[in-house]
């Protein structure tokens, strides 16, 4: 069965390309373009990796970690960063401060991305 990937970001022509290169992985891919809308489909879709974007207008992607983590249905879904912001506080911040299992700075490769999912799915016990 394949391993389900919600990607949550603003920008629809990154959700377009990583949804056309996850797809072609072998990954379902749920896309979110706000992170209202991503809270709803982490808990309504379950998905085993997210994909979360920092910079967005409604709720920030920390905002969104944060009541990820606080939920009980969502808390132990691993959350890989995938953002603009390259700046050392705010991979430190993404990961010691809110949890987040990785961290991909945009513009990235499509092999990077894939090493981080495997990755998460991996250390989380998802990888079966």
Known sequence: MAKKILLIDDDVKILKLVEIR?????????????????LEKA?????DVILLDIMMPDMDGYEVMEKLKKDEDTKAIPV???????????????????GAVGY??????APELLKKINNALVV?????
């Open 22 to 38: 996850l797809k072609a992985y072998g990954f379902e891919v749920v896309s979110a373009a706000s992170g209202t809308q991503g």
């Open 43 to 47: 808990k309504s879709e379950g998905p």
């Open 80 to 98: 890989i960063m995938l953002t603009a912001k390259r700046e050392i506080d705010d991979i430190v911040k993404s990961m010691s401060g809110y």
């Open 104 to 109: 991909i700075s945009k513009p990235f490769s």
């Open 124 to 128: 989380f016990g998802k990888d079966k």
